[in-house]
């Protein structure tokens, strides 16, 4: 019997759109980091975060957008740096702490983003 992806473990498609919404409130009311989305649609920011987290999370979704390098590249010369990507991940944390979910989930989905610290910050 196989374990289930962290996608089934999290809650599914229903999980997955709750914290992305909570998430996105919780960047927008950040000062630090809510600069970052002035200019950006956010229906169509929730709907692709949406997609590339059922994904990541190997979840049944089809993620088609821009890699994170290339999704990311033009917020690099805009000043993100670390410490803007280590808040965008508390609040990730703090979203799923929030929606009461397991800490061992917690830390697979923080692993998951540090994954792609590099290539969010266009490092090599």
């Known amino acids: ?20 919404d909570l998430f996105y409130s919780k960047i927008l009311d950040d000062q630090r980091v809510n600069h970052f989305f002035n200019d950006v649609d956010m229906k169509v920011q929730r709907a692709k975060q949406k997609g590339f987290l059922k ?38 944390q703090s979203t799923l702490q929030d929606l009461n979910v397991n800490p061992h989930l917690i830390q697979q989905v923080s692993a998951i983003a540090e994954s792609v610290r590099s290539d969010v910050l266009g490092r090599a």
């Open 55 to 92: 994904v990541a999370f190997g979840g049944p979704h089809h993620y088609t957008g821009k890699n994170m390098r290339d999704a990311h590249h033009h917020l690099l010369a805009r000043g993100l740096n670390d410490t803007h990507f280590d808040i965008i991940k508390e609040h990730l």
């Open 1 to 20: 019997m196989s374990t289930p992806s962290l996608y089934d473990q999290l809650g599914g498609t229903e999980a997955i759109n709750a914290a992305v």
